[in-house]
């Protein structure tokens, strides 16, 4: 059964790479549904495109329902780390800023 239910994310001050180079991306179109190119019954998936421009570019995926799983994981995971690191890194400047001045 097709469902035709997208839905929209939208992105703030983002960009994705696409065939005639790197382009601002406004909006994620994201479904559930039969794939146009991978080999599944239904795929997750991404539309990566400028609304605001028309959208007629795009950048698209098309994920197993357990990539797509396994994606969420990993990208929660990156956030995490990137995150605790970027604070790490700031306060030891902090720190390294105060030493210096006293």
């Known amino acids: 059964m097709c469902s035709y239910i997208v839905m929209k994310a939208a992105l703030r001050d983002s960009s994705a790479k696409g ?3 790197w382009m ?3 909006t994620a179109n994201v479904y559930y549904d039969h794939p146009y190119h991978a080999p599944l019954d239904h795929a997750l998936g991404i539309d990566f495109i400028n609304e ?17 799983r396994e994606l969420i994981k990993q990208i ?3 956030l995490a780390n990137g995150e605790r690191e970027h604070a790490i890194a700031v306060a030891a400047n902090k720190a390294a800023a105060c030493e210096y001045l006293t």
Do not use: C, N
Request: hydrophobic residues 45%; negative net charge.
């Open 19 to 21: 065939p005639k180079g």
């Open 24 to 26: 601002a991306v406004d």
């Open 52 to 68: 605001a421009a028309g959208g007629r570019e795009r950048v698209a995926v098309e994920l197993s329902a357990e990539s797509a």
């Open 76 to 78: 929660e995971a990156a």
